[in-house]
């Protein structure tokens, strides 16, 4: 098996790397990926795949499409369906309801929305996740007192792109407490398993309602 070639992060892909791989696809993510660097691609005649998913039960559809262009159908039926049947179990196995934060960043302190893939995931898995901040890109700056004010139950510590320790969602809880706030938990989550989609969708639906049982 050949070595992949490195071309850059997500933010900060080399187009002059990527070109020079002679790729037939490149694979994108609308969200993660500059529009620079598709139109980059356009422009160059590389054929472009652009991925766009906010909620796990999109990701069956995105799997088939995306199988069927790189001429592995029964491969991303197989992925497809194996999702699918996770997603229906996961209705009639619900987690207990809790209206919780996943944090994803610290300094400033950021969380995910609930139209966001993060926040789908846990949706899906029967948790409630508020909208702390109503517009903006998803990804609101949080404060206790928004914390308070959406009545959070708990928070949900990322490994990524920020590793949280317990101790800073112990310390977030502690400035809750001292403005008069609810008492609130904290538990480290797996961030692939939150953040991760395609054909890892469904281990991380497992791997996080395993950990929040």
């Not at 002059?16 to 694979?27: E, F, G, Q, R, Y």
């Not at 990524?160 to 609130?184: D, N, S």
């Amino acid at each position: 098996m050949g070595q992949v070639a490195v071309v850059g992060g997500t933010k900060t892909p080399n187009i002059n790397k990527i070109l020079a791989t002679n790729p037939d696809l490149v694979v994108l993510d609308r969200e993660e990926n500059p529009k620079e660097v598709y139109d980059s691609l356009i422009e160059a005649g590389i054929d472009v795949f652009v991925c766009s998913v906010e909620h796990p039960k999109e990701v069956p559809a995105l799997l088939r499409e995306l199988a069927t262009k790189i001429n592995r159908k029964e491969s991303g039926e197989a992925w497809a369906s194996a999702l699918e049947e996770v997603l229906q179990e996961l209705e009639s196995n619900a987690l207990p309801t809790s209206r919780i934060a996943p944090m994803i960043w610290h300094e400033p302190l950021m969380s995910v929305g609930p139209h966001k893939y993060a926040g789908g995931v846990l949706t899906t898995l029967g948790l409630e996740v508020p909208a702390l901040v109503e517009g903006g890109n998803g990804y609101p700056v949080v404060t206790p007192e928004l914390l308070i004010h959406h009545r959070i139950e708990g928070l949900l510590l990322s490994s990524e792109p920020h590793p949280f320790a317990l101790e800073e969602g112990v310390a977030i809880a502690a400035k809750v407490a001292e403005l008069g706030g609810q008492k609130i938990w904290s538990k480290c989550i797996d961030g692939e398993a939150l953040t991760w989609f395609g054909t890892h969708t469904a281990q991380g639906l497992k791997t996080l309602h395993s950990a929040l049982i």
